[in-house]
T-cell receptor, first 119, second 112 residues
Framework: AQKITQTQPGMFVQEKEAVTLDCTYD???????LFWYKQPSSGEMIFLIY??????QNATEGRYSLNFQKARKSANLVISASQLGDSAMYFC????????????????FGKGTLLTVNP | DSGVTQTPKHLITATGQRVTLRCSPR?????VYWYQQSLDQGLQFLIQ???????AKGNILERFSAQQFPDLHSELNLSSLELGDSALYFC???????????FGPGTRLTVT
């Protein structure tokens, strides 16, 4: 079974509007973390936002917020006031387990959603 | 700029050859991760090092190996290259006990 599912291969949004990118995850570990990364056409992976499984509040970073619904195992990314520069591939990822020091924090990624912002 | 550097940026080589990809983590980060991004497999974790020791292995082929040196830079060695090894290889680093991984710009490997 896939651990991270992104069901939207592509999304379109008008500039200045908000958009939600879906992500569902599958884990039996009570301790985990959820991440969103942005990959523009230039190829680099840019960290956007993080949500821990024990965090009570939804994470926010500027125009990015993470709609965390633990019971539904979903961690949707909301981008407010879309800009042309937001056009990119967006990846949801999960880290399972809680370690200490240099314990394994490997990330499992979804297949991504290609977001296109139209002027 | 994430602070993680990778060289070379592009690499074109022939089947059967061996290449070495290099990564320098952010200053102070002890953990280094290698990921492979290909069209058919997506982004996959390969291997993690922490302060010079291997900590975790993912879907890494036996033809691939890595190490982390005392100065914390890491190298990923790919040998007996096949066409299917063509991919974007990312290195990421993180501070011990901190969740966020910061990715380098990647090395695009093309095997012809």
């Amino acid at each position: 079974a896939q651990k991270i599912t992104q069901t939207q291969p592509g999304m379109f949004v008008q500039e200045k509007e908000a958009v939600t990118l879906d992500c569902t995850y599958d884990t039996s570990d009570p301790s985990y973390g959820l991440f969103w990364y942005k990959q523009p056409s230039s190829g680099e992976m840019i960290f956007l936002i993080y949500q821990g499984s024990y965090d009570q509040q939804n994470a926010t970073e500027g125009r990015y917020s993470l709609n965390f619904q633990k019971a539904r195992k979903s961690a949707n990314l909301v981008i407010s006031a879309s800009q042309l520069g937001d056009s990119a591939m967006y990846f949801c990822a999960m880290r399972e387990g809680r370690g200490s020091g240099g314990s394994n924090y490997k990330l499992t990624f979804g297949k991504g959603t290609l977001l296109t912002v139209n002027p | 700029d994430s602070g993680v550097t990778q060289t070379p940026k592009h690499l074109i080589t022939a089947t059967g050859q061996r290449v070495t990809l290099r990564c320098s983590p952010r200053s102070g980060d002890l953990s280094v991760y290698w990921y492979q991004q290909s069209l058919d497999q997506g982004l996959q974790f390969l291997i993690q090092y922490y302060n010079g020791e291997e900590r975790a292995k993912g879907n890494i082929l036996e033809r691939f190996s890595a190490q982390q040196f005392p100065d914390l830079h890491s190298e990923l060695n790919l040998s007996s290259l096949e066409l299917g090894d063509s991919a974007l290889y990312f290195c990421a680093s993180s501070e011990a006990g901190i969740n966020e991984q910061y990715f380098g710009p990647g090395t695009r490997l093309t095997v012809t």
